[in-house]
């Protein structure tokens, strides 16, 4: 089992920056790909970027590639997302989730492939 918390969302201006941060308590964290996700209200959760257990590969959703970094920090068992020149359409609830892979270079971007999930962190981005 792993609890998720999300935490670092907030309010900020367009061209802004937030990072955000997921601590897993537990065991095994370096066994999971890490994603983040987002939710806007009436809308579906979608894929925002994935990073594989070892961290050597990253994915993005097309329209945060450039903006967005995600990262882990294996030791601390922590998972960030670095949010840089924000956009009013990035806002929305966002979660984190790990997923049980097999292979070290596994990049799941489906959220059904997700075995657990935070709560979710709120970020706003004003015009």
């Known amino acids: 089992q792993v609890l998720l918390v999300e935490s670092g969302g907030g309010l900020v201006q367009a061209g802004g920056s937030l990072r955000l941060s997921c601590a897993a308590s537990?065991?095994?964290?370096?066994?999971?790909?890490m994603g983040w996700f987002r939710q806007a209200p009436g809308k579906e959760r979608d894929f925002v970027a994935v990073?594989?257990?070892?961290?050597?590969?990253?994915l993005y959703v097309d329209s945060v590639k450039g903006r967005f970094t995600i990262s882990r920090d294996n030791a601390k068992n922590t998972v960030y997302l670095q949010m840089n020149s924000l956009k009013p359409e990035d806002t929305a609830l966002y979660y984190c989730?790990?997923?049980?892979?097999?292979?070290?270079?596994?990049?799941?971007?489906?959220?059904?492939?997700?075995?657990?999930w935070g709560q979710g962190t709120q970020v706003t981005v004003s015009s």
């Open positions: 990073i594989s257990r070892s961290g050597d590969n990253t």
């Open positions: 989730a790990a997923a049980v892979v097999l292979g070290s270079y596994s990049a799941p971007k489906q959220t059904g492939q997700y075995n657990y």
């Open positions: 537990g065991r095994s964290f370096s066994s999971y790909a």
